[in-house]
């Protein structure tokens, strides 16, 4: 497939939100309040998933446009009470519903509870809805209560929030906690009982984000899934090492791509990642902790930078000190996040901190970091969507009926085929 046939993908990793509004419905009487909510609006819907949201304007298909294979089915029949609103905030980023205000988060609550609830932030810099279709109808279809947030931030521009670099991403991992923390109190408020179980789980960006609750706030959660998130470390690895020698090998000099971690075996997708991804993320992420620096960007070299740009990265770094039961997946063939500098060293340091027992890390064989390439490439890739559904029933197992999912693994590819399902065992 061309590259202009695939810059209908170009959204996928979520580095763009595109604008959207939805139609705003009649507040239905269930006295329902969200702590903290600056603004809030309730409704009664007939369906909660994007089934049904997309027509009744409770969802913006724009927040989660190309991350998900085109042919995903939509589960449907799920009635019930979606709280949309934003926390106080001073950035106007986010011009979901037309509100051009951040911090803003969606709460739905299933009439047909499970008992549990399934928290997440958005991957990339998107908005709140921008999991609907990944995660949130499928854990909506199976009982769950779910709440989702913008971050705080959106847009390419994000790095313009806060007053000191670092400011911006810093605020991704409170304003998860502050969801967390007030949607409890939502669903005790619709079914008279705290949630029994609550999980954390996110892509990309908010995968990072699961490991960084499980690392600082894990009283919170009883277990989350990382679905290929973004690795900050102060000393590096992070972005700002191995995307400055990928955009100054390529295409040239493709040994230096794979020198910078990029797996040989997926140079057929660096045309994509290089044309919509490499250059804008290197910048907007340089720009949120390293504003000083003028040069171009494929010079940047994050070591020989001032220590106040690793201080910046240290608010936000991980360290694999995990609380409470993480399973990890990433794809070996993710053009954006190479598995070799990020989740291989993830995984690591969780061994490290002595916190293996409570971990498991499958590496997907021919996933990518956009999971809609599969559409362009279905012999030679397999979208990750099922391996995230698999690992996330084997965390129910985990922490419901004591059930140890299997050890960490790499999970092959199947020889021949289109791949739709994931067996992790």
């Given at each position: 497939?061309?590259?202009?046939?695939?810059?209908?993908?170009?959204?996928?990793?979520?580095?763009?939100?595109?604008?959207a509004?939805?139609?705003?419905?009649?507040?239905?009487?269930?006295?329902?309040?969200?702590?903290?909510?600056?603004?809030?609006?309730?409704?009664c819907?007939s369906e909660l998933?994007?089934a049904g949201?997309?027509?009744s304007g409770?969802?913006?298909?724009?927040d989660?446009?190309?991350?998900?294979?085109?042919?995903?089915p939509v589960?449907?029949?799920?009635?019930?009470?979606?709280?949309?609103?934003?926390?106080?905030?001073?950035s106007?980023?986010?011009a979901d519903h037309?509100?051009n205000?951040?911090?803003?988060f969606?709460i739905?609550?299933?009439?047909?509870?499970?008992g549990?609830l399934?928290?997440?932030?958005?991957p990339?810099?998107?908005?709140?809805?921008?999991?609907d279709?990944?995660?949130?109808d499928?854990v909506?279809a199976?009982g769950?209560?779910?709440?989702?947030?913008?971050?705080?931030?959106t847009?390419?521009d994000?790095?313009k929030?806060?007053?000191?670099?670092?400011?911006a991403?810093?605020e991704?991992n409170?304003?998860?906690?502050?969801?967390?923390r007030a949607?409890?109190k939502?669903v005790?408020q619709?079914?008279?009982?705290?949630?029994?179980r609550?999980l954390?789980?996110?892509?990309?960006n908010?995968?990072?984000?699961?490991?960084?609750?499980?690392?600082?706030h894990?009283?919170l959660?009883?277990?989350?899934?990382d679905?290929?998130g973004?690795l900050?470390?102060?000393?590096g690895?992070?972005l700002?090492?191995?995307l400055p020698?990928?955009?100054?090998?390529y295409?040239?000099?493709?040994?230096a791509v794979?020198?910078?971690?990029?797996p040989?075996?997926?140079?057929f997708?660096?045309?994509?990642y290089?044309?919509?991804?490499?250059?804008l993320?290197?910048r907007?992420?340089?720009?949120?902790?390293?504003?000083?620096?003028?040069?171009?960007?494929?010079?940047?070299?994050?070591?020989s930078?001032?220590?106040?740009?690793?201080?910046a990265v240290?608010k936000?770094?991980?360290?694999?000190?995990?609380?409470?039961?993480?399973?990890?997946?990433?794809?070996?063939?993710?053009g954006?996040?190479?598995?070799?500098?990020?989740?291989?060293?993830?995984?690591?340091?969780?061994?490290?901190?002595g916190?293996?027992?409570?971990?498991?890390?499958y590496r997907?064989?021919?996933?990518?970091?956009?999971?809609?390439?599969?559409?362009?490439?279905?012999d030679?890739?397999?979208?990750l969507?099922?391996c995230?559904?698999?690992a996330?029933?084997?965390?129910?197992?985990?922490?419901?009926?004591g059930?140890?999912?299997?050890?960490s693994?790499?999970?092959?590819?199947p020889?021949?085929?289109?791949?739709?399902?994931?067996?992790l065992?």
């Open positions: 497939m061309s590259l202009r046939s695939l810059s209908l993908l170009a959204l996928a990793a979520g580095l763009v939100a595109a604008p509004t939805a139609a705003r419905a009649e507040s239905c009487p269930s006295g329902i309040r969200v702590p903290g909510a600056e603004y809030q609006q309730v409704a819907l998933t994007t949201t997309v027509a409770h969802t913006v298909p724009g989660w446009a190309g991350l998900t294979p085109k042919d995903l589960p449907s029949g799920v009635p019930g009470v979606q709280v949309d609103g934003y926390f106080p905030d001073s106007r980023t986010n037309g509100w205000h951040d911090a803003q969606v739905r609550l299933p009439d047909r509870w499970n549990g399934v928290v997440s932030g958005s990339g810099v998107r908005g709140q809805f921008a999991n279709r990944a995660i949130g499928w909506l199976r769950y209560a779910f709440a989702a947030t913008d971050k705080g931030n847009g390419v994000f790095y929030d806060g007053r000191h670099p670092g400011d991403i810093a991704w409170f304003r998860l906690t502050q969801l967390t949607a409890k939502v005790r619709r079914y008279h009982e705290r949630p029994r609550t954390v789980t996110g892509m990309s908010g995968g990072y984000l699961v490991r960084w609750q499980l690392e600082n894990p009283e959660y009883d277990g989350g899934v679905w290929e973004t900050w470390r102060t000393d690895p992070n700002l090492t191995f020698p990928a955009l100054r090998g295409p040239q000099d493709k040994d794979v020198k910078a971690g990029f040989a075996e997926s140079e997708l660096w045309p994509f290089s044309q919509y991804y490499w250059g993320t290197q907007i992420y340089r720009a949120e902790f390293d504003p000083g620096y003028t040069g171009d960007e494929a010079a940047y070299d994050y070591q930078r001032p220590e106040s740009v690793r201080k240290a936000v770094a991980l360290t694999g000190r995990i609380g409470k039961p993480l399973i990890t997946l990433h794809g070996t063939l993710d954006l996040l190479p598995i070799s500098q990020d989740s291989d060293v993830y995984a690591r340091l969780v061994r490290a901190q916190r293996g027992a409570m971990f498991r890390y997907i064989e021919g996933g990518t970091h956009v999971d809609s390439l599969f559409d362009a490439f279905p030679r890739l397999r979208p969507v099922p995230h559904r698999a996330f029933t084997a965390l129910e197992r985990w922490i419901g009926r059930e140890a999912p299997p050890p693994r790499t999970v092959p590819r020889a021949a085929g289109p791949v739709t399902s994931c067996t065992g």
